[in-house]
Nanobody
Framework: QVQLIESGGGLVQAGGSLRLSCAAS????????MGWFRQAPGKEREFVARIGTSGSTRYSEFVRGRFTISRDNAKNTVYLQMNSLKPEDTAVYYCAADSDPTVNTIAVAAYDYWGQGTQVTVSS
């Protein structure tokens, strides 16, 4: 069982930056692939970024080059550094844990544990 708690969301102007953090409970954090997803009002939850157990990363085409995912296994934490933010990045951001890191998936259904979400609002 893994519990995830996100933090770091807020209101920022377009072009600004935010860093989201996701703290995980449990002793096996390093065994999970971790992902960030987001959901805007009226839209489906969508993939943002993923980091594997070896540190390999994968990004949505909408954020590649602007967002960076990283993890600190000693702190049981995954981060999402978001730069050059745009109004269309406005959403609730969720972190998620995938207990099967052998499959490099971006599918929402593949992730076993989810945080409660943190709101990111980018003003124009």
């Amino acid at each position: 069982q893994v519990q995830l708690i996100e933090s770091g969301g807020g209101l920022v102007q377009a072009g600004g930056s935010l860093r989201l953090s996701c703290a995980a409970s449990g002793r096996t954090f390093s065994a999970y692939a971790m992902g960030w997803f987001r959901q805007a009002p009226g839209k489906e939850r969508e993939f943002v970024a993923r980091i594997g157990t070896s540190g390999s990363t994968r990004y949505s085409e909408f954020v590649r080059g602007r967002f960076t995912i990283s993890r600190d296994n000693a702190k049981n934490t995954v981060y999402l550094q978001m730069n050059s933010l745009k109004p269309e990045d406005t959403a609730v951001y969720y972190c998620a844990a995938d207990s099967d890191p052998t499959v490099n998936t971006i599918a929402v259904a593949a992730y076993d544990y989810w945080g409660q979400g943190t709101q990111v609002t980018v003003s124009s």
